[in-house]
């Protein structure tokens, strides 16, 4: 990525449009009504040759104290602050209001490059508004249609100057030292190259999802260690599902900061259903997920809910109890939290429990450690042969039942999976074993492998009573036939 762009202006100019525009994607959500940003988005954007990084804003408020609006403009000055170019978007429709002058001022100070792009110019309607943008004193305006993709082309002829400049002007980078000593796959004892491990290359990739106001927000900002998200005591400030890439104690990561999930019925607003929808979307791309708690109200239906999602898609799991700070008898809250978690979410048996308070940074350390070990949980391998000498173990002791007088053989184990582990299990009449059965081989997984919490799939493909090699056995005797077939026919010497 050469440069980074920050797309700023009032709401409701079309800087989400054009911020999906440039990514060729829709990953910032788009409505009618303003204000629908609140965070900063990052992306990949393209451009012709030209590749960089662009940032969705919020839409820029006249507000200068501490409330919602006044936190949001905070947000994107700094933003203008640290981007490369600042794309400076007015609605050509509207033309030039006392707002756009207001900003252009205050990005004529602080950017370092300015462009200014009349939005809606399409048709005569948007030409006096662009026309008005002369007068910023902010450069030639550009004329272009987000909706429509009008005017990239001026806008790649302004920005692939700027480009070489800030390149030029950039020192080198320094190449980060990486462990690349990756040994080859054994697949008989399952034990190989560990290229799951995070990286630069390959940051962990982790969703913090949750009810809203459970701190998620500020979680986030306090592990990278700056006011990157949006927060406040108002619910649901969040609204797009916003990634950003950090160190979180030594550990490449991605961490996605979602909205809050409310229950199905409660959501009404066109605006929240599509937050919770990329929430949503947010955990299909993660590795591992935080589902974070009130400790004052942990564990109400739509946590439960929240957290059987994460475990359906296959994800790691991480609970953590938030805002422990606050907690007076943490002992015996601790105990009440643990005894909750093992009576309501038996499917996450075993899975790390740490309490957080977001606020002040406490258990940080504790939620790191989980977060590594749910993570290495998820990709480990199990070798064919350990899985077969279990599973008789397991079948001597407790062997399966014996339907209508014929007994179920569980004849053969392997994993053909990892990220979440999965296992096939080849037996006789799967259609006649029990759940409680499969259950007890789960359970067994979990506690001889030490794969608490993760999610575990476990099939089973009927087998009969078949030779799985007897097509290779008929083979080699056919093969042995016919060369003493053909020994018996040949003419003898002399």
Partial sequence: MSFTLAIVGRPNVGKSTLFNRLVGKKLALVDDQPGVTRDLREGAARLGDLRFVVIDSAGLEMADDDSLQGRMRRLTERAVDEADICLFVIDARVGVTAADEYFADILRRRAKHVIVAANKAEGRAGESGAMEAYGLGLGEPLRISAEHGEGMDDLYAVLAPLADQIEAERPAPVAAETDVDLSDEDAETGEGAEDWRPSAARPLQLAVIGRPNAGKSTLINKIIGEDRLLTGPEAGITRDSISVSTEFMGTPMRIFDTAGMRKRAKVTDKVEKLSVADGLRAVRF????????????????????????????????VVAANKWDLEDDKPHKLNELRASFEKLLPQLKGAPLVTVSARTGKGLDRLHAAILKAHEVWNRRISTARLNRWLEAMTESHPPPAPGGRRIRLRYMTQVKTRPPAFIVKATHTDKLPDSYQRYLVNGLRQDFDMPGTPIRLFFRDQGGENPYRDKAKKINQSGALSKHKNRQKPKEG
């Fill in 286 to 317: 993660a590795e591992v997920v935080v589902v974070l708690l009130d400790v004052a109200i942990p564990f109400e239906q739509q946590d439960l809910r929240i957290a059987d999602f994460a475990e359906t898609e296959g994800r790691a799991v």
